[in-house]
């Protein structure tokens, strides 16, 4: 059964840094692409970035652009978001994701999530 954990969350003051990891197990090959989405209370789930697996190709939402790297290990099957900069509006659950049918910013392309992390960002 393919699963993905997420690991790296935490509390952080505003402008430090994180580096968010999901690991995913019970696979070895890793098709179409990883992204990261973010829920923050009484919020809809919202897209970050995604990365995809063969090309390594990296899409941004607007306000984490310069702040944020997505990366990926082929060997451990794991994506990483590097977060710099942080800021208070960044506090939210953080949910790594799997798409085989590749990157979207659309939740619903995705077919397979992660337990979630929490990230609290204070100011």
């Known amino acids: 059964q393919v699963q993905l954990v997420e690991s790296g969350g935490g509390l952080v003051q505003a402008g430090g840094s994180l580096r968010l990891s999901c690991a995913a197990s019970?696979?070895?090959?890793?098709?179409?692409?990883m992204g990261w989405f973010r829920q923050a209370p009484g919020k809809e789930r919202e897209f970050v970035a995604y990365i995809l697996w063969s090309g390594g190709k990296t899409y941004y939402e607007d306000s984490v652009k310069g702040r944020f790297t997505i990366s990926r290990d082929k060997d451990k099957n794991t994506v990483y978001l590097q977060m710099n900069s942080l800021k208070p509006e960044d506090t939210a659950a953080y949910y790594c994701?799997?798409?085989?049918?590749?990157?979207?910013?659309?939740?619903?392309?995705?077919?397979?999530w992660g337990q979630g992390t929490q990230v609290t960002v204070s100011s």
């Open positions: 994701a799997s798409s085989i049918l590749g990157g979207s910013v659309n939740p619903g392309v995705y077919d397979r």
């Open positions: 019970g696979l070895t090959v890793i098709n179409g692409a």
